[in-house]
């Protein structure tokens, strides 16, 4: 067969450690799943179901990239989450049996232009420009979580040009990691190679131009970016 075009090749994030390469073949995101972050951006801060948004799979980005600063936007936002790599088709899965799913773990950055998600929720419309834009996921190296002891009390934090903007700890999680699994695959056939960035902490704020930004999971390796000048 012939393309009429070289199709896309398969965006991959490195795996710690090793020269293996996870290939992601979807990105899905939960909304509003810290209690603090609800609240700032004026939700409840009680256990609404969880809700999904996605971005395109060449939405990701390595760390130490230099990201081109984002289109049309006055707005642009960090939100700094842990990142949870599917290894092992499921669906229906019980949150008692999530964790079997799970290839690793990383560090991503949500970039939100966040006057456009803003507009786009007043008119009742889809978020994916707000969301979906080209470089919006940076990633870190995935972590095995056979190699993390445990992810449930780590802290995570992310900083701009050297100052910490978000601090919080992943127990903090409203829908916990299994219980994200869990509701994301009553509605979609979760697939190896599928990352799920499961909310950002309070904190969230404004980007520049050349701003230098860096998030943290305790026990994983950083996410590193900077925005073109
Ligand atoms: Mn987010």
Known sequence: MAYVFDPIETPTVTVAGTDRRFPVRRIFCIGRNYAEHAREMGGDPDREP???FTKPADAVVESGAEIRFPKITKDL????????AIGKKGENILASAAKKHIFGYAVGIDLTRRDLQKFAKEKGRPWDSGKAFDQSAPCSVITPASELADIESAKIWLTVNDEIRQSATIADLVWSIEEVIAALSEAFILMPGDLIYTGTPAGVGPLSPGDHITGHVDGLAPIDVTLTP
């Open 50 to 52: 969880p809700f999904f």
């Open 77 to 84: 936002h960090h939100e700094v989450e842990l990142v949870v």
